[in-house]
């Protein structure tokens, strides 16, 4: 008997709205619930609601332990403050059916925070319309007024010098 080896995606929200073609492409699609409630756009509803009744992609909720799992590393990553619910569940999602069907799954996901993250879990990505990132990295904040450097990000988001909201970039590593 041979068997082909499973192949899932992990849709996140950028898929409905850039319309990912779960039709044509060969493998399971699966979404978290989170990711159906983020969508704004007509069409994206419109071609969620299409993909779903035609059984393309299926909808499960991730289990809580991954979830905190996701959570975790996107803390040390510095990037748990910038992912949406939806985001996590997408990433707790996918690292479920690794574990659970031990197969290939793939987050499919412009959003360079998901892409990061889910290398980081061992997970692989598929951008749709970016290009994806390289490698694995990690933020560094900054306040664009006073030029403080943060390691961490705040938990307002503001500079606590003088109140301005911080941007970011990689850090660099060696
Ligand atoms: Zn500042």
């Known amino acids: 008997m041979s068997s082909k080896p499973r192949r899932i995606f992990v849709l996140d929200a950028s898929a409905f709205m850039y319309g990912?073609?779960?039709v044509v492409v060969e493998g399971e699609h699966f979404t978290p619930l989170a990711v159906l409630e983020e969508l704004k756009s007509l069409q994206a509803r419109a071609y969620a609601d299409a993909v779903l009744s035609s059984k393309h992609v299926e909808v499960l909720p991730p289990p809580r332990e991954c979830l905190e799992e996701v959570s975790k590393k996107a803390e040390q990553l510095g990037s748990l403050q910038v992912l949406s619910r939806a985001d996590l569940e997408v990433l707790a999602l996918a690292l479920y059916l690794k574990k659970k069907e031990s197969a290939e799954v793939t987050v499919?996901?412009?959003?360079?925070?998901?892409?990061?993250?889910?290398?980081?879990l061992g997970l692989r990505f598929q951008p749709l319309r970016t290009s994806g990132i390289k490698a694995v990295f990690k933020w560094i904040y900054y306040c664009p007024s006073c030029g403080k450097i943060y390691r961490q990000p705040q938990p307002s988001l503001r500079c606590e010098i003088c109140g301005s909201f911080l941007k970011r970039r990689p850090r660099k590593r060696g």
């Open 20 to 22: 990912y073609p779960s």
């Open 108 to 120: 499919v996901s412009d959003d360079y925070d998901v892409q990061n993250v889910a290398a980081a």
